[in-house]
């Protein structure tokens, strides 16, 4: 069976499949928020020493509160105060002169710290002291957290091929709702870090369930603007975050609030439908009728019920008893369905390197970091909405690979521009970072149209994994820059460039239809789409297999 025959009677791209995308809207936006949530919770605020026990006998009963701090606490040569030192005894005599204060002996902070709450009310890092020597916590829980989306991505990728799309998904939203809301009440480092680990697990179930969704309910011709129409909330999203960050400066009440619309994407979950192209890969023919018959009632269109064979829904009836279960295995067990893994593997490793390493090492404006965030994440829309442009015109493939490129050259002409022309490296970072961005969203796209259905969810998680991989490779590959300071651009700029080279082995699927079986990637050449035939009682939709051919 052609499913894009079906699609094409029912209206492939109307009202049905815009509210549908507006209902994956809302749980799209969350993703951002909590996936770049650290660059807040995380922060660490200016802090010095406690000195609070250094005033014994009242010897500070005179002295202003800069007074005490100049007696107690070394500067830095910029002048500002010492983060993690402070004076064993205080040294009264630098009143006179303050130049004198590297030679004095100091000692860890002994009593805790005091912080600047000009910006934060509260963070991890004032909430349990995570600086000085902790300080690599704060950093911790990123990387927690991701893990849990690397081993969410591989549980939910088979729970979603396995038991459907709309069932895992809301599964996703209650796990995702129930420890991101514990998470704001951890009372320890460790409880915390346990339920953001957790969170991170549930969210991936969000993050691929979303975009399949939308994309197997969509018709070929309309399969582009879908998917860069949803990959908008990403940057919605990031963009509220920033307006959120700063009215919520509590690292508890933000993730509240980030989580808070997960509630609203649990009452619409009634009104999302099941994929039909998987009822119908895994022979539940009558549920797939059902949610077919909704789109093209929703679309105003005939209903499919009465265009259908008797014999066409007995011939598929025949495979619904058959137990086809499909795993991770099926992404390696074929000689073309193992090359593809392994190049789309690379390429969403290199892009999720490549994305991640420029948002985090790019510098700001001198601006508050609140609107130095919202400025990056604005940037990502008229780099999504070009990219669209030429999905259509020049193919995933060559889009894939040169947004790929051109990031990497990008980064290539920062590595030997001066320091001095800060205006030209500032520009030239910000297309990079447009491009980074739309090079993911083409390779959400291009991968649920590489996949066949019956592993598609498996695949996506695959690759979501190995991209996390890459997620967590960047903060490590920028801790580089101790070493030499060009490397670490010099290795995203590599990175960026050999993924988009292998991008460009992987075969062209624009105006193709999805793949079904795996039998369609391994000769490709039985997938051809075969016309709509109208015979006087119905329709008769015709699907080409190695063993079967069924009808619906």
Known sequence: MKFENILEEINGFGPFQIVLLILLWTPRIVLPCHFLLNIFIAAEP???????????????????????????????????LKSCEMFAEPQFQLLGNRSNSTDMPTVQCQS????????????????????????????????IFFFGVMLGAIAFGYLCDKYGRKNTLLASYIMSIVFGFSSAFANSYILFAVLRFLTGFGLTGISI??????????????????????????????????????????????????TAPLGFAVLTWWWIPESARWLLANGKVESAKFYLDKCATFNKRTKLSSKIKQETLSDVEILEKQDKSHTYLDLIKTPQMRWLSIKAGIVWFGAALTYYGISLNVSGFGLNMYLTHFIYAAIEVPAKLI????????????????????????????????????????VIAILGK???????????????????TVVRQSGLAYVSFISRLGVSAAPLILLLEDVWTLLPQIIICSVAITSGLV????PETRNMRLPETIDDIEN??????????????GVVLESKSTTTETKE
């Open 524 to 537: 490709p050449r039985k997938k051809d789409v075969s016309p709509l035939t109208t015979e006087s009682s």
């Open 112 to 143: 805790g710290w005091v912080y600047d709450n000009s910006t934060f009310t509260s963070t991890l890092a004032t909430e349990w002291d995570l600086v000085c020597d902790r300080k690599s916590l704060t950093k911790t829980t990123g990387t």
């Open 503 to 506: 991008s460009l082995l992987l």
């Open 46 to 80: 200016a802090h010095h020493c406690d000195i609070t026990n250094l005033d014994d006998g009242g010897l500070f009963e005179n002295l202003t509160q800069e007074q005490r701090l100049a007696v107690s606490v070394p500067v830095r040569e910029d002048g500002s």
């Open 434 to 452: 447009g491009l980074s961005e739309a090079s993911f969203t083409v390779i959400f796209l291009y991968t649920t149209e590489l996949y066949p």
């Open 387 to 426: 990219v669209y442009c030429f999905l259509n015109a020049i193919g995933r493939r060559k889009c894939q690979a040169g947004t790929l490129l051109l990031t990497g050259t990008c980064i290539a002409i920062n590595i030997f521009l001066p320091k001095g022309l800060w205006h030209v490296r500032a």
């Open 209 to 258: 369930n979303c975009v399949v969704l939308t994309i197997e309910w969509v018709d070929t011709a309309h399969r582009s603007v879908i998917g860069v129409l949803g990959s908008l909330a990403w940057s919605v999203g990031n963009m509220l975050l920033a307006g959120f960050a700063f009215l919520a400066t509590d690292w508890r009440s933000l993730i509240m609030t980030v």
